[in-house]
């Protein structure tokens, strides 16, 4: 019965049932930064001179204020593609669950619907999980107890500090498998991202335009994390799905 499969069969079988929608939900916050970068990677390659300041020394000219707001602008390009996927995603499993059909507007709608609030809870658990990865083992801590904030919150309306709240108590009573989710979906980018580059500094790099890499280096990133975030918000949602059944 199909209670009775793990989490993991279960995601794996709403992945392979809806694997263009999922991705798609994923992949769109990321492609759009992808876009953007590119755009002022070539804008500035067109008005570039060489009289002009290197990244570093450009970082240097900086006072404390400029390099605060670059820090943050870091962070939220980083966090919230992160958390747009991961809430798109998080809606259409979860949508697929309780109604046996889903969309991909249904997915765009609680997204737009709650993007004020996703914006704001992407950029918490952005800062925390990139300020702890600095350490590396308190950065996946940060990402376990943090991962169902966001599902959470779209999945049962509630605020913030109470999302926050309840996905950290949710995390520890079913700390395994949220952190086999986080662990494998970090697996996963990493094998792809890693094999990617392989291809492409053998096959690709060595004789193509300094433009053609820009797009395949972006190419990579959005496919390895898209993937990656596609894969741990199904099995998040779940987790929760399996926790908020009567009898769990």
Not at 25 to 54: E, K, N, T
Not at 96 to 107: F, I, K, M, N, P
Request: net charge positive; charged share 10%.
């Amino acid at each position: 019965m199909e209670k009775q499969k793990s989490i993991g069969a279960r995601s794996f079988a709403i992945i392979r049932q809806h694997f263009a929608s999922l991705w798609l939900v994923a992949a769109w916050p990321h492609i759009c930064m992808a876009v953007l970068f590119l755009c002022v990677g070539a804008y500035l390659r067109g008005h570039r001179s060489p009289g002009d300041m290197s990244p570093m020394d450009l970082w240097s000219s900086m006072d404390g204020l400029q390099r605060s707001g670059m820090i943050g602008l870091f962070i939220l390009m980083v966090s919230l593609p992160q958390g747009l996927a991961v809430g798109g995603v998080s809606a259409f499993v979860w949508t697929y669950l309780h109604t046996g059909t889903v969309s991909l507007r249904d997915a765009f709608a609680v997204v737009s619907g709650n993007f004020a609030r996703l914006l704001v809870l992407s950029v918490c658990v952005g800062t925390v999980t990139i300020l702890g990865s600095m350490l590396v083992i308190p950065g996946f801590v940060a990402a376990i107890f943090t991962a169902m904030a966001i599902p959470i919150m779209l999945i049962e309306h509630v605020g913030i500090f109470a999302a926050t709240r309840r996905g950290a108590k949710l995390a520890v009573s079913n700390l395994g498998t949220v952190a086999f989710s986080v662990f494998a979906a970090a697996a996963i980018g990493i094998v792809l991202v890693v094999s990617m580059f392989v291809t492409l500094f053998m096959w690709v790099m060595p004789n193509a335009p300094e433009w053609a890499v820009g797009i395949a280096v972006w190419t990579v990133l959005v496919v390895a994390v898209s993937l990656s975030q596609m894969v741990k918000a199904t099995l998040l949602t779940n987790i929760y799905a399996d926790a908020s059944r009567p009898n769990a």
